[in-house]
């Protein structure tokens, strides 16, 4: 290697090198030192040619012309090796990991948002700091700065019912920034329920940024806790089993235990708590068939968090299929309920306030069945618990129709019309009359309120959009909102291909003003004038009192163009005598709500009845496709007409066996996910169905549609277990047959219906003999359900499993994890430290910082090219170029102003008599005969050379005879011949 390089202490490989500054080493690295190899080869190579040079140059620029190739190939190989130098930075970026989760006393944060305060105080000049807010997820408080603007409290709200310390991490490593040393600081308990943070250290040591941890102690009182509910999934009816609590405890104490089941109170034991651990026992027999839902208590006078002193546990027993049958006409359930039980088929009769409202109570039936029920009488979380249940766990699901169902019940985009087999909207081609609809919509100040994240003028503007949704093309829609006045929202006007701008319309609503309702009124019976569609039709809408106006006059205006008029109060302080008055009088509908979500719905239920008639009230006899295996055994010969129904389309994959005289669907049925779903468009009662009820195929068709939709309740040959740990939840099945023999291959499937209703498919993996398994997300806090079905040449089974979370796992582990917080300071190179002040203190690591410099290295070998021809081909004698700086530096003020200086005719004289001299005795040496010897010059005596005036101008006819003879050759012999000449060779 050449002298250029032999200060540098050179690693090749790409790895960074340990810093010499204090023996004036420069770390350098090379990225693809392969390139190295090449460099002794070209070195000796160059030298070699060097030495076979014929070039006449003096020795001194020979050295110098050597010195410069060499170090321009030098900084090539260097180049393409791909050069770095390593910059050293002292300063410091540091994040701060803060665990806020529910494990973490406020006290106990507040200390360590202090004791960040003072670490900032410590900083030194360009060392950064910032600080992350971390529960299950990870947030910046406060960005990296010079010094961290936490102000004494945390602005940051992260979900403290887990602590993730892995996702803290990745996020600190991604927003660092480069070119300093970086560290991370962790203050929590180290009692992680979600990742595993010592896993993820592995990024940290990727990354070279050690992990320093400042264990978060807190004085807490003595804990008792119920750690777990022990009892079985399934039971027989009258089969005892134990329920099983384990409960633990810091001291020995006496404590009471109460057990309740479906909310009731079961019983209670007087026990005594051992300090530890402790397993109590409760005898139960179940005599009737059902789900039921237990929960325990503990009652403790020495406890610190009473969050964690209940556990929740279900068990399943089963029996005759059971039906939810419920009717929306009071007084008409009677009919259906006795052709029931001639069917032998079990009934729950109630009425829609009787509806379940959770998953568990759910379980208690095989099939629902809902007859003329308003979607108004179900709250968003019913009708998504009941396509779960379908979808998920395998119930059955029925609806059976009349004035309040399907379409005409606001049904239109539910979850339960995506359950059923029918649509709601009617999008075959019929001729219905054009309808023209304004929508007449309160936008006061009271109208921004809500919630669940949604106010009632954003609900308000979703409910107008599906009412331009559901209007044909024909059909007009218009909006009008009010608050101290009335204002045009959307023009009334054709929807054909206008829905986009209606939308982008609609959403320009925004809450703010008062309440008078007489200008909005008067603003739609005027564009409803102007309009000439054939059913007109206005929807008001309101959560307030109105000012006074001439209301009479606002409805005759109305009733003047045959134009009706429905009302829509939201919540207690709407005027609901005024709306049910102007209703009345428009010869529309009333509606009251105190649930906005329920406004699409009331929305669509208008524009549905008022612009497509979906109630068909006229005799009709059913068609009957006798195939359809729900409909055998029933003779239809004799079947009576019915009176109505409510007009539906089918959907794509639905099965229709019955159908009305317009080919609507009248009977139709499906498998949706893992359950069954049939509709019945007509009614099961004395109004549309009168006739039908002294038939006598009346018990026997709703007997076997009844049946077909009922859960499939065939005893499994396998054990499921179900499991959560660190916010996964694990469903372990075991496959035996009855020889006690492992059944491999199968096919396994499950489908998980989490607290929050978000369904989990499942595929188990075999991952032993008879076992499969597989996971899912469990963080909710609440009941998770698993329905596992296995398939083989025998047919599919399925059984029900589950697992309850009781609480948050942050009030199980309460003392902090020493033994976490050390392993992942061990494993990154960090510290266990006292206070945080101590990382900007002593024990510094500079950062090391690869700078690329074979961008500048090649530069500087191309700008060293051009030095490297001028030396070897440009002569510059030493006297000229010394007369040219004595010139120039003599009058450097009047540079740029002195003209160019035309070539001196002496100068070219002189040069022309010194050629001709030069040329002349060597021609004359080269006549003289070989044997005549020119005597040797004494090289210690100096001779002078002749004056110009002395010395006689070479003959002519000699400098011609040399021309002639150059004129034949080639411009490389003619140079040839020059060097020879210059030499004294021939």
């Given amino acids: 290697m050449g002298p250029a390089l032999a200060a540098l202490r050179v690693r090749a490989g790409g790895t960074l090198p340990r810093p010499f500054r204090e023996r004036g080493h420069v770390p350098i690295t090379f990225q693809h030192w392969p390139w190295l190899l090449l460099l002794v080869p070209l070195l000796a190579w160059l030298l070699a040619v060097h030495r076979r040079s014929l070039a006449d140059l003096s020795p001194g620029r020979r050295r ?6 060499l170090l321009i190939v030098t900084l090539l190989v260097a180049a393409l090796a791909g050069a770095t130098r390593v910059r050293l930075n002292h300063a410091q970026a540091v994040w701060f990991l803060l665990d806020l989760s529910e494990s973490i006393a406020p006290e106990s944060r507040q200390q360590a948002l202090r004791a960040i305060d003072r670490a900032a105080a410590a900083m ?14 990870a947030l910046i408080e406060a960005p990296l700065a010079n010094r961290p603007a936490t102000s004494g409290k945390i602005a940051s709200t992260p979900v403290t019912s887990y602590t993730d310390i892995g996702r803290a991490l990745r996020l600190a490593l991604a927003a660092f920034p480069e070119g300093s040393s970086r560290r991370v600081v962790l203050l929590s308990d180290g009692n992680e329920n979600l990742g595993n943070a010592v896993e993820e250290a592995a990024l940290a040591i990727a990354a070279g940024v050690p992990v320093d941890v400042v264990p978060i102690r807190q004085a807490r009182a003595e804990e008792a806790l119920l750690e777990q509910m022990l009892l079985p999934a399934e039971v027989k009816i009258g089969e005892p089993f134990e329920l099983r609590l384990v409960a633990s405890s810091d001291v020995a104490q006496e404590a009471v235990l109460r057990l309740y089941r479906n909310d009731a109170y079961v019983g209670d034991q007087q026990v005594t708590l051992a300090a530890g651990k402790n397993v109590f026992v409760f005898s139960q027999n179940l005599t009737k068939p059902g789900f039921y839902t237990y929960e325990a208590r503990l009652e403790v006078a020495r406890d610190g968090v009473p969050e964690n002193n209940r556990a929740l546990g279900f068990s399943l027993v089963r029996g005759r299929p059971r039906l939810l049958y419920v ?35 759910f379980q208690n039936y095989d099939s629902i069945l809902l007859s003329n029920v308003s979607a108004l009488s179900l709250s968003a979380q019913q009708m998504k618990l009941i396509q779960s249940n379908v979808r998920d766990l395998g119930q059955g699901f029925a609806m059976v129709g009349g004035d309040e169902s399907f379409g005409a019940g606001g049904y239109f985009r539910t979850p339960i019309e995506e359950t059923l087999p029918v649509d709601m909207d009617v999008t075959k081609q019929q001729v219905w009359p054009s309808t023209a609809v304004v929508c007449v919509i309160d936008k006061s100040s009271s109208m921004a309120m809500g919630g669940l994240g949604y106010s009632k003028i954003d609900l308000a503007k979703e409910a107008a959009i599906a009412v331009a949704e559901v209007l044909g093309e024909r059909d007009e829609f218009g909006v009008v909102c009010f608050d101290e006045a009335a204002k045009q929202v959307v023009r009334l006007q054709p929807v054909q291909n206008r829905q986009a701008a209606i939308q982008e319309q609609i959403a320009t609503l925004v809450a703010g003003g008062g309440t008078n309702i007489y200008p909005g009124l008067m603003l739609a019976a005027d564009w409803l004038r102007q309009s000439k569609a054939r059913v007109k039709h206005c929807l008001l809408l309101t959560d307030g009192m109105s000012l006074p106006g001439d209301f009479v006059q606002a409805t005759d205006a109305l009733k003047g163009m045959k134009a009706t008029l429905s009302t829509v109060a939201i919540g207690t302080d709407a005027d609901q005598v005024l709306l049910r008055r102007l209703a009345a009088e428009g010869d529309g509908r009333f509606y009251y709500t105190d649930d906005p979500s329920a406004l699409p719905r009331i929305f669509t239920k208008e524009a549905l009845l008022v612009a497509k008639s979906l109630i068909i009230e006229e005799p009709f006899l059913p068609r009957v496709e006798l195939a359809a295996e729900v409909l055998r055994g029933i ?3 004799g079947v009576p007409p019915l009176l109505g129904y409510v007009a539906t389309t089918p959907k794509a994959l639905a099965d229709v066996p019955l159908r009305t005289h317009r080919n609507d669907p009248l009977f139709a049925q499906w498998r949706y996910g893992l359950g069954r ?13 009168a006739q039908w009820l002294q038939w006598p195929g009346y018990q026997q068709f709703w007997g076997q549609a009844i049946r077909w939709t009922l859960r499939r309740s065939t005893r499994a040959d396998f054990q499921t277990v179900v499991a959560v740990d660190r916010g996964r939840g694990k469903v372990l099945v075991d496959a035996i047959d009855e020889q006690g023999e492992f059944v491999n291959f199968l096919e396994v499937r499950a489908n998980v219906v989490t607290p929050d209703m978000r369904p989990h498919s499942l595929t188990l993996r075999q991952t032993g003999p008879g076992r499969y398994e597989g996971e899912f997300p469990a963080t909710a806090i609440g009941t998770y359900l698993v329905n596992v079905s296995r398939s083989d040449r025998r047919g599919t089974v399925s059984q029900t499993a589950g697992i309850a979370l009781s609480y948050p796992p942050e009030y199980r ?31 510094r690591q500079p950062a090391r910082t690869p700078v690329e410099i074979w961008p500048a290295l090649l530069l500087a070998a191309l700008l060293l090219f051009p030095l490297d021809v001028a030396l070897r081909r440009v002569l510059i004698e030493p006297a000229e170029a010394w007369v040219w700086l004595k010139r120039h530096a003599a009058r450097p003020h009047r540079r740029s102003e002195a003209p160019p200086v035309p070539a001196s005719p002496a100068t070219l004289g002189r040069l022309l008599e010194r050629k001709s001299r030069v040329a002349v005795p060597r021609q004359e040496e080269a006549a003289l005969p070989a044997a005549v010897a020119t005597p040797p010059e004494d090289p210690g005596k100096r001779v002078a050379a002749p004056s110009p005036q002395s010395e006689a101008p070479p003959p002519p006819a000699a400098a011609k005879v040399a021309e002639a003879d150059d004129a034949d050759l080639s411009p490389t012999e003619r140079l040839l011949r020059a060097k020879r000449r210059a030499r004294g060779e021939r």
Wanted: aromatic share 6%.
């Fill in 813 to 843: 582990d309460l003392k902090t994890n020493d033994f976490v917080l050390t392993r992942l300071a061990e494993r990154t190179g960090g510290r266990v430290l006292r206070d945080p002040a101590e990382v900007f203190g002593k024990g």
């Fill in 64 to 69: 110098a012309a050597l010195g410069l190739r």
């Fill in 124 to 137: 030194r000049r360009g060392d950064l700091a910032g600080v992350i807010a971390f529960g299950a997820d």
């Fill in 327 to 361: 009717e929306g006409d009071p007084g008409q359930q009677q009919y259906l309920a006795a052709a029931l039980r001639q069917q032998q088929i079990e009934a729950d009769v109630a009425n829609p306030t009787g509806i379940p409202r959770n998953l568990a109570e």
């Fill in 635 to 637: 003779d239809w010969d």
């Fill in 677 to 689: 779903a049939v509709a019945f468009t007509s009614d099961c009662k004395a109004r549309w169905g």
